[in-house]
């Protein structure tokens, strides 16, 4: 079941990296983890709150690109697992959705053994290149879905 343990694998990459970024700016208030709003300053200052403010942004957008990515993931692992063992495996539920869309890595993407290119890639390129994603460029042009 190679292809299944490649597609576990690349979950895991992906989980890894989203841990990673995640856990950057992230509070537990109970049982419950947060991300921090590290944009509010005690004191006023406009130039220091607009480099907090882009600076949040940026991370909640990776942090939306990553869950994003996660789902792509999943349907991966349940592609694998309905094509080497298990034709009926998960056919009832379905795919695995985020707001009503089916997030999926594109037929090229899926012939990779890891479509998940790692941390600095996917936040510098990759998740631009996505079909959905919410992050900017940097040059400051929105990109893609966020459909």
């Given at each position: 079941y190679r292809e299944i343990v490649a597609a576990l694998n690349n979950f895991r990459a992906v989980l890894a990296g989203f841990?990673?970024?995640?856990?950057?700016?992230?509070?537990?208030?109970?049982?419950?983890?947060?991300?921090?709003?590290?944009?509010?300053i005690p004191k006023?200052?406009?130039?220091?709150?607009?480099a907090r403010l882009q600076e949040f942004n940026t991370h909640t957008d990776l942090v939306a690109d990553f869950v994003l990515e996660l789902t792509r993931a999943a349907n991966l692992v349940c592609d694998r697992v309905r094509e080497s063992l298990d034709?009926?495996?998960?056919?009832?539920?379905?795919?695995?959705v985020l707001h009503g869309s089916r997030p999926e890595y594109t037929e090229n993407e899926r012939t990779q053994e890891m479509?998940?290119?790692?941390?600095?890639?996917?936040?510098?390129?990759?998740?631009?290149?996505?079909?959905?994603?919410?992050?900017?460029?940097?040059?400051?042009?929105?990109?893609?879905?966020?459909?």
């Open positions: 841990l990673h970024t995640f856990m950057n700016h992230a509070d537990q208030q109970g049982k419950m983890y947060f991300t921090l709003e590290f944009y509010r006023w200052n406009p130039g220091l709150y607009e034709p009926a495996f998960r056919l009832e539920e379905g795919a695995v479509p998940f290119p790692g941390l600095k890639e996917f936040e510098q390129t990759t998740r631009f290149e996505r079909a959905e994603h919410y992050g900017e460029t940097e040059e400051g042009e929105a990109e893609g879905a966020r459909s």
